[in-house]
């Protein structure tokens, strides 16, 4: 078993607050990790720590700031298959997609290292004789960083990457159910030279949270999880003044016009509903069908979910794992049970497992609801679950209505082979993202990602976005 363990001004330190234990969610009597969350002194030695390291950080030559993600990158990727297995361990998703997602960090951390190189700043002309005006960015000193489970290292890399990038430092505390990975993610930085205290982690519940986010050496704040949550963090971060970037919910939906390619939709479709169990905010778990191929579209993509392995996520085989918690598993099955009650047809899964080892894991069936309308809650809930909900429409203008009809804009697809519809659904479809004959999850990591309405709020994330949420600017008038 190992032990939880906390970063805090460059050394690996024993938490003094409540007990925490880490579980297999595909074996729940099997733990993984256990130890203590950090302690309310834990915490102001943390930001202590990241605010005396910060001004010598900031100093350091970008270069030389670069070259410690590039080393972290390379120690991440040396350890892929191994922190991957980790992952799928603690975490739930499958092998592959445990795997890839750490190959992913180290990739995310040689991206945020090239944008060193890039320029930060703009030059301007003046309106006077003898003057330029230029813009230079700084970093913005503490950056605090909550992170969520469904993808351990690789949104934590996201976010405190680019904060390092810029010359920042962190004071970071990730999902409670997923320490592991986090502790993976500052060996990394740790064995690639960072500094002491540049990055703090800090493992613990919401308290632990909201006092980095309350804390007055913290700056900034970023933050990946719901949407009740981000906005909760919003309104205390208006209140503090202090710029807050959320990264929140989505109920992303995918339109299939009857001229798509239905086959090639349905094979779409289907990973990007159950891909990580369905634990995905950009998963596509609304389906907008055109009427006249909806019977054929949904057959297929049900023949796909059938053949979909739900097991151990080490197996090879299996395609699909756990849900994360008892709770996340529960929250999926009522709202199955809802839109069932409701008037929903189950055309695949929809009951949960009550005998064997799925049962005893945290397991629920990858699930296609046809509903009878946009009218249950399961249309509009986000319920962060293997659970497609599908509905008719008589034509695309009806589906684009649909499809945007929805408080969170973050992600969505169209399938269509004509270019007007698609160009019209880059107009008229209020999403942050937009994917036209792919589905609407996942996110590249050199073009900005994030949400609209409820799904965002602030600066994206990714590519060159970072930069302006890690960094303040100066506008300076210079004259010789
Ligand atoms: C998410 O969907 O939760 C993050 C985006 C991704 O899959 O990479």
Not at 145 to 156: C, D, H, K, L, W
Not at 338 to 363: H, I, M, V
Request: negative net charge; proline residues 6%.
């Amino acid at each position: 078993m190992k032990e939880i363990v906390h970063y805090i001004d460059g050394g690996f330190r024993e938490g003094t607050g409540a007990e925490l234990v880490d579980v297999n969610p595909a074996a729940p009597d099997t733990v993984l990790a256990k130890g203590r969350a950090a302690a309310e002194a834990q915490v102001d030695a943390a930001v202590a720590a990241a605010s005396g390291a910060a001004p010598g950080w900031a100093a350091t030559p970008f270069r030389e700031r670069a070259a410690v993600l590039v080393r972290a990158a390379a120690h991440i990727r040396a350890h892929a298959d191994e922190w991957g297995r980790e992952l799928s361990l603690e975490e739930g998703k499958t092998l592959a997609e445990g795997v890839g997602e750490v190959r992913r960090a180290a990739d995310i951390c040689d991206y945020a290292a090239s944008e060193a190189d890039r320029p930060t700043g703009e030059l301007f002309d003046s309106p006077r004789a003898g003057e330029r005006i230029m813009v230079v960015h700084k970093p913005v000193g503490v950056a605090g960083v909550i992170t969520p489970f469904n993808f351990p290292i690789a949104i934590p890399a996201w976010k405190i990457a680019p904060a390092l990038t810029y010359g920042n430092a962190v004071v970071w505390k990730p999902a409670e159910v997923v320490p592991l990975l986090a502790i993976r993610f500052a060996e990394a930085l740790a064995e690639a030279g960072l500094p002491a205290g540049v990055l703090n982690l800090l493992h613990g519940g919401a308290d632990v949270g909201s006092r980095i986010v309350e804390h007055p050496g913290v700056n900034v704040v970023a933050f990946t999880g719901s949407t009740a949550v981000g906005r909760a963090l919003i309104r205390r971060c208006g209140d503090l003044a202090k710029p807050v970037q959320a990264e929140m919910g989505g109920k992303n939906a995918a339109i299939v016009l009857a001229d798509a390619d239905l086959a090639a939709a349905a094979a779409q479709i289907v990973p990007g509903v159950f891909g990580v169990s369905g634990q995905r905010c950009t998963s596509n778990t609304r389906l907008v069908v055109e009427d006249r191929v909806a019977d054929d579209l949904l057959a297929e993509v049900v023949r796909l979910v059938d053949g979909l392995d739900v097991g151990d996520p080490l197996d090879p085989a299996v395609r699909m794992g756990p849900l994360i918690t008892a709770a996340a598993r529960d929250t999926v099955g009522r709202a199955t049970g809802e839109a069932l009650d409701g008037g929903a047809k189950a055309l695949a899964g929809g009951e949960p497992y009550t005998s064997g080892p799925l049962a005893e894991g945290y397991f629920v069936p990858p699930s296609v609801l046809a509903l009878p309308g946009p009218d249950l809650p399961l249309w509009r809930r986000e319920v962060f679950g293997p659970v497609l909900a599908a509905v008719r429409a008589d034509g695309p203008e009806h589906a684009l209505a649909l499809a945007d009809d929805s408080e969170y804009g973050l992600s969505g697809a169209i399938f269509t082979r004509d270019l007007g519809t698609a160009l019209r659904a880059v107009d008229e479809f209020d999403v942050g993202v937009l994917h036209v004959n792919s589905n609407s999850a996942g996110a590249d990591l050199h073009v900005p990602f994030g949400g609209e309405k409820a799904s965002g709020f602030g600066a994206k994330e990714q590519g060159r976005a970072p930069r302006d949420f890690y960094t303040r600017t100066t506008t300076v008038y210079l004259r010789g």
